[in-house]
């Protein structure tokens, strides 16, 4: 474990340079991270209610550091709803920092790289959803530095160039992309995340994997070696400490490890994109969290892109039998029944922490959701994700191809996706 955390960190170091600091206890270290940048802090944050302690050590280090905290505001709840983003964007313009620092997890990060777009460049956060679209209207405005403090393994948000942002009015998730919104500096102490619950621990942690899965199916040819690096390591943190921390919540060498492995997942999707299992997700908001969603979805999707990811189907299905996920007799298999080898790896996984493994184990959960995500799956606005995939898909490919595979999560049966051996003639 400690060669696998070691490669970790020398990736993560590749990665961010000196932007970034984590590891255990480094949260004393967050005032100097903000020197250079500016003295005046917005603060976004709620830990002063659950985490008074922790809250202290950042107030002080601030304060050591030179740093006037001018403004406070509540991050934002779960799956950074539009409200909350207007929220933070009036703090903002009210005022009129010179750093906006959160402290939280994945969604009060995304809201406020949203909220700062909104508070700097106007406009309506319509206008900012797709691929480039803040860069494209900036017009030579520059957004506040910004620096995220993330308190929760998962989404890797403190990393990266995306911001989810819900419509509660519809419960549909939509994506900012743009490199302009990547934090300018960030830290993660993976100590804070023993806060974290069972369920909340392995929804992260299916997250950073999901990240690192999909975006390995996808890699393009130039960047395969790399990405094959990146993720393969983070996934098999993950497949070699969830389980402790579940059983332990105060194993820090566990809790390290997934932090360790999400933010790999983070480093993945700045190279690649995720697709299938994300895109799906984020019309299932108001009944799964977004990594339960993924860990359900990902198996079926791996069955339905088998042919065209053998390679990475090959070292998958190796690590599966290291942690006893798959049998002995799985290592000659190719094709479909290769990619349902693997796909039955990572429900055994789920299984073992015990997530649900269908769509129809979901309480509140209808075909109607299933409707609702391959209409969701059309959107312009979303078609990144269809592009995403090993198996490209435009819109009208979507019925025909994604149905099945959502049929199949539904009912836990393989037979119904339609494969797609001969992907060029879609």
Known sequence: MKTLKNKAKQLIKIFKSESYVHGLDCLEKIGPLTQGLGNNVLLVTSLQERDPVHHGVIIDSLKEAGSQIVGHTPTARPNSPKEDVFRIKKAILSKNPGIVLTAS??????????AIVLACLGGNLDDYFGLGKVAAKSQGKKLLPFIALQTASGSAAHLTKYSNITDFRNHQKKLIIDDSIVPSRSLFDYGLTRSMSTSFTCDGAFDGLSHCLEVYYGA????????????????????????????????????????????????????????????????????????????????????????????????????????????????????????????????????????????????????????????????????????NMPIPMAAEDVDEYMRPVLEAAWAGDFTLIKTASNPEKM
């Open 105 to 114: 997890g994945g969604s009060g990060i995304d809201a406020t790289k949203a």
């Open 220 to 387: 393009r040819p130039e960047v395969y070696p790399q990405i094959e690096e990146i993720a393969l390591t983070g996934i098999e943190l993950i497949l070699a400490s969830l389980e402790k921390a579940v059983a332990d919540p105060d194993d820090l060498e566990a809790r390290e490890a997934i932090g360790l492995a999400t933010d790999l997942g983070g480093y993945a999707i700045m190279l690649g994109g995720t697709n299938g299992a994300h895109l799906t997700s984020f019309s299932l908001v108001d009944v799964l969290s977004h990594g339960r969603a993924c860990a359900i979805l990902n198996p079926y999707y791996t069955v339905f892109f088998s042919h065209v990811i053998q390679k990475q189907l090959q070292k998958l299905v190796g690590l599966m039998h290291k942690y006893d996920l798959s049998q002995d007799d799985c290592l000659d298999l190719k094709g479909e029944e290769l990619g349902k080898r693997v796909a039955r790896g990572l429900i055994a996984m789920s299984q073992r922490v015990g997530y649900p493994t269908t769509l129809a184990d979901i309480d509140g959960l209808t075909t109607d959701h299933i409707t609702k995500a391959l209409h969701a799956a059309k959107d312009p606005m979303l078609g990144s994700k269809l592009q």
